[in-house]
């Protein structure tokens, strides 16, 4: 393999040269064979701070340099603004001295003069998210060939993030429009650490192209890895006893916290927006008591940008120990210089997130580091059987040992039925084109890669509702337009997005924004936000705004974040964790301690022979070991209508851990032989479903007619095959 150094732009080679690199890396020079030999698309799937951005740009750069392009030259798809900005500094940085090739972010932090620079003079780098561009689809139709007409490349970063979503789907859309309209096909590059299954992102990245794709095979590099879990019990709000050390007084598990990242530059990364705010106020109170400086930071979506970028920054100074806890804002490759440690709050919800927050830890040559805390509420000796495992505890455990033991990373299939999305391009191509014939819009939607599993009949049921709401109306030439109701919807800077919004109240304190909350809170009320507890002084219903003021003390109101589906394949081997005697050297005691005893109840109880336990007074527990596609395919089974027969009364569960079942007149024996037949029925998995119902579940599911709904859920949120194959080894 050349090295490709002197193949390079010359203002490329000075930077190598300035920055002190001695060499290209592996991962570089096979990207620069692949888009200076071959004409085919790229996917960079490598290790975090691999040099992935550098591996695209470069050579993208180079090209540009040698053959400007008249339009903008590149796109680069990014999925949060942090993350665009970051890019947008690194590339700026790099093309400082070439005028002719500007980097433009544009998302909706970035001012109007800006973005009226690029229009009127359409070249270099563009950097922006799924949602600008849906914008510039829109807004700028009768243009778009004038400011992409000669695109040659499209960097997407963070494709797993993407895969499998409606969000990349979109992206698909967009860039399958945009060809259309401009007649020229780009060549893509995808981007991503954690991808387990390359065909299924090889296939995504070329949907809607002929170009192949090429997956440059590069060695790894061999890393240390720190890895540590401790398990706690919450022993609830204490009062300083008599005799007791200051720090007997703090909860054990915040103690712990404080203590693993203090003097350090620490990322604490928690399931939602509550969990981080909590962390943040119980260290801010810890550090106060004991007189250290506060240098704690918190990092979500709901905080104002002022405050990200505040965090950001401080997260960059290499002078200073900084603690930020962040949801899913920080997992992306932001770069934030050479972290000390990383710490996860409870389990992630996969493997491919636990590597993503592992490779914030370790660049630059040292050691990944990464310290797992989980908690549990300290029994009190009326909890059954479901509720005395450490489901948290398990996952963690079944996470780490994935990846160690297999490299596995879930596989992400994409939706065959994404309706939603199919209403929101309908609508976005008549707000850009206006009048259509039905069988003009047909030809744009229906062509688009995501939908080549919707009928035209499935199509057809969809205008007619559409028709029928006033979202779309038909002119007396028969041609298609935006109804009355429809334009109100297209035409709101909401729109654009696929993913749900929620009204949001601003939070102001002394005539600063401190950012947004979903639920509105009652004057009086405490809440945890940037990492700080404030007092709600006034509430505006109106101008959804709520005043408030710093306050001391724990929050009283909060909202909750989601944890997201889980694969089977986890749950099997947290299931393996439960009844296996391996010891793992990453517990600390504790965790060590609390997986004891969880293996002594699990052998007590048979959980290595059977699946459905008796509880007390009528009731009884099944453990699944299912993922989350799955347990929702059996808890839909058990609630059938036919289940009355069974005599059992009721259905309850924690997903996808255990279910509770009051078996009513039901037998524990005949409980279980109905759930094992399911793979010799014959059963219509519209059985599965109510006769009138039609879940909603994505952001315009409201507008999508209910038999089109129902045909979604059954293929893309539920399994039967899948169920009974899993439930036939019980």
């Not at 060695?219 to 019990?233: D, G, M, P, Q, V």
């Amino acid at each position: 393999m050349p090295d490709y150094f002197h193949r390079l732009a010359p203002f490329i080679q000075e930077y190598i040269y300035n920055e002190g690199w001695t060499e290209l890396r592996p991962i570089q020079r096979e990207a620069c064979h692949v888009l200076f030999e071959t004409d085919a698309h790229l996917l960079v799937a490598a290790g975090t701070a691999s040099g992935k951005t550098e591996a695209a740009f470069l050579p993208i750069l180079t090209l540009l340099h040698e053959n400007p392009s008249k339009t903008v030259g590149a796109i680069y798809v990014g999925p949060i603004k942090a993350l665009i900005n970051d890019q947008c500094d690194r590339l700026t940085d790099l093309l400082r001295h070439q005028p002719d090739l500007p980097v433009w972010a544009w998302h909706g932090d970035i001012g109007q003069g800006v973005k009226k620079r690029l229009v009127k003079d359409p070249k270099g780098i563009l950097q922006i998210t799924p949602e600008s561009l849906e914008s510039l689809l829109i807004n700028k139709h009768a243009e778009l060939s004038r400011l992409f007409g000669d695109l040659r490349f499209v960097v997407i970063d963070e494709i797993h993030a993407f895969i499998g979503s409606d969000r990349g789907a979109q992206i698909l859309c967009q860039l399958a429009r945009l060809a259309k309209i401009t007649g020229n096909q780009p060549r893509r590059i995808g981007l991503s650490a954690t991808l387990g299954d390359y065909g299924l992102a090889e296939d995504w990245l070329r949907s809607g192209t002929k170009q192949s794709v090429i997956t440059p095979q590069v060695a790894s590099n061999k890393r240390t890895i720190h890895l540590a879990l401790e398990h706690f019990y919450d022993s609830g709000i204490r009062i300083r006893a008599k005799g007791e050390s200051r720090d007997e007084a703090f909860n054990p598990c915040y103690l712990h916290l404080f203590k693993q990242s203090l003097n350090r530059k620490c990322l604490i990364f928690a399931n939602g927006r509550m969990e981080t705010e909590a962390v943040i106020t119980e260290l801010r109170q810890i550090a106060q008591a004991k007189s250290a400086p506060d240098i704690y930071h918190v990092h979500h979506g709901s905080i104002s940008a002022e405050l990200r970028e505040a965090a950001e920054t401080a997260m960059r100074d290499t002078a200073s120990p900084t603690v930020t806890a962040a949801t899913v804002t920080f997992e992306m490759g932001i770069d934030l210089g050479k972290l000390d440690r990383v710490i996860q709050l409870e389990a992630p919800a996969s493997v491919s997130s636990f590597l993503q927050r592992l490779g914030r830890s370790g660049r630059r040559g040292s050691p990944a580091d990464m310290r797992f805390v989980c908690v549990e509420d300290k029994p009190d000796g009326s909890e059954t059987l479901p509720q005395l495992l450490p489901w948290q505890l398990l996952q963690c455990i079944a996470i780490i040992q994935l990846y160690l033991e297999e490299k596995w990373i879930e596989p992400i299939a994409p939706q065959q039925y994404p309706f939603s999305l199919l209403y929101h391009q309908t609508m976005s191509t008549l707000a850009a084109r206006g009048e259509l014939s039905a069988p003009q819009l047909a030809q744009q939607i229906l062509t688009l890669p995501p939908f080549q599993s919707i009928s035209q009949d499935d199509f057809r049921e969809l205008l007619r509702h559409l028709i029928s709401i006033d979202h779309i109306q038909q002119t007396k030439e028969n041609g298609l337009i935006l109804g009355l109701e429809g334009e109100k919807l297209a035409r709101n800077f909401k729109f654009y997005a696929i993913f749900p919004d929620n009204e949001e109240f601003a939070v102001w304190a002394d005539g600063v924004e401190v950012g947004t909350i979903v639920v509105p809170p009652q004057v009086g009320d405490k809440l945890s936000l940037a990492g700080r507890t404030w007092e709600v002084l006034e509430v505006d219903q109106r101008r959804k705004t709520i005043q408030a003021r710093i306050s001391m003390g724990a929050a009283t109101v909060s909202w909750r974040g989601s944890g997201g589906n889980i694969h089977t394949r986890l749950l099997q081997r947290m299931r393996q964790v439960l009844l296996e005697d391996k010891e793992y050297a990453y517990l600390q005691p504790g965790a060590k301690a609390r997986l004891a005893e969880a293996r002594q109840l699990a052998q007590k109880e048979g959980i290595d022979s059977r699946q459905i336990f008796s509880l007390e007074e009528g009731y009884a527990c099944i453990l699944p070991w299912l993922g989350s596609t799955e347990y929702r395919t059996l808890e839909r089974f058990l609630r059938m209508p036919c289940r009355e027969a069974l005599g059992t009364k009721g259905v309850s569960g924690r997903s996808p851990y255990y279910f509770v079942v009051n078996l009513g007149k039901a037998k524990l024996e005949q409980l279980y032989w109905e759930i094992k037949s399911l793979g010799d029925r014959r059963l219509d998995p519209e059985e599965l479903l109510t006769e009138d119902e039609a879940p909603k579940l994505q952001k315009y599911d409201e507008f999508v007619p209910p038999q089109l709904l129902r045909k979604a859920f059954l293929t893309d949120y539920l399994n039967l095959p899948q169920l009974a194959q899993n439930i036939s080894h019980w």
